[in-house]
Structure formats: structure tokens, C-alpha cells
Nanobody, 124 residues
Framework: QVPLVESGGGLVQAGGSLRLACAAS????????MGWFRQAPGKEREFVSY????????YYVDSVKGRFTISRDNAKNTVYLQMNSLKPEDTAVYYC?????????????????WGQGTQVTVSS
């Protein structure tokens, strides 16, 4: 059973918005920091954003600052990534992941559980 399931991806025009959701399945991640990563065709997976276990701390890669917002609803065991002002270079498969600790980091090796990803395609 996949512990994390992403949804909300799709095709959108440049300048548009999408909201990704990541729902936990079979276990709770209330005490874990959560992160979003993405992988574009032919490129390595890259960090996008993370949020601490209680939502008190968030961090973004420079390329999405001011456009993306990460949030979480621990009562629903769900993490969100609101993506605004999308650009063609945001096209990628987006993955959510559960960190081993409470605070989070941009290091993918520190994340223990991963979802299967959701495709985001931004047309120009």
C-alpha cells in the first residue's frame, strides 16, 4: 500500500494555477515534516518546498518563491501545494514525501516515504 497519494495535477496554460494534494493512506504523518519534490523529463529530482510538522515553518526553492504555497491539514492527514503563476519550466512530475523528522529539509535522502507522483504540464 502506497502511504502517500498525490492528486490535482493536470494540464494548465502559463499563468494559471493548480492545487496539489497529498493524502496519507494507512498511517498518519502528523508528526513528520512533509515536502514536495519534482522531476522534469531528463532531469534529476529537485526539491520544491517543505513544511514542518505543525505548519509553523515553511521553505521554498528560489524558483517558486512567491508563486507556490505549501500548507497542511493534520486533521485530514493531507498536505497541499498551491501553485500560482505557473510557467512552462514548472512542468514535471510532482512528488510528496514524509520527512524522518519534525522540521524538514531540502535533502531528499532525509525523506522516508514517497508518493507515486502527479504530472503537472504547463503549456506556453
Amino acid at each position: 500500500q502506497v502511504p502517500l497519494v498525490e492528486s490535482g495535477g493536470g494540464l494548465v496554460q502559463a499563468g494559471g494555477s493548480l492545487r496539489l494534494a497529498c493524502a496519507a493512506s494507512g498511517r498518519t504523518f502528523t508528526w513528520n515534516a512533509m515536502g514536495w519534490f519534482r522531476q522534469a523529463p531528463g532531469k534529476e529530482r529537485e526539491f520544491v518546498s517543505y513544511i514542518s510538522w505543525n505548519g509553523g515553518w515553511t521553505y521554498y526553492v528560489d524558483s517558486v518563491k512567491g508563486r507556490f504555497t505549501i500548507s497542511r491539514d493534520n486533521a485530514k492527514n493531507t498536505v497541499y501545494l498551491q501553485m500560482n503563476s505557473l510557467k512552462p519550466e514548472d512542468t514535471a512530475v510532482y512528488y510528496c514525501a514524509a520527512h524522518r523528522g519534525h522540521s524538514g529539509s531540502s535533502d531528499s535522502s532525509a525523506y522516508e516515504y514517497w508518493g507515486q507522483g502527479t504530472q503537472v504540464t504547463v503549456s506556453s
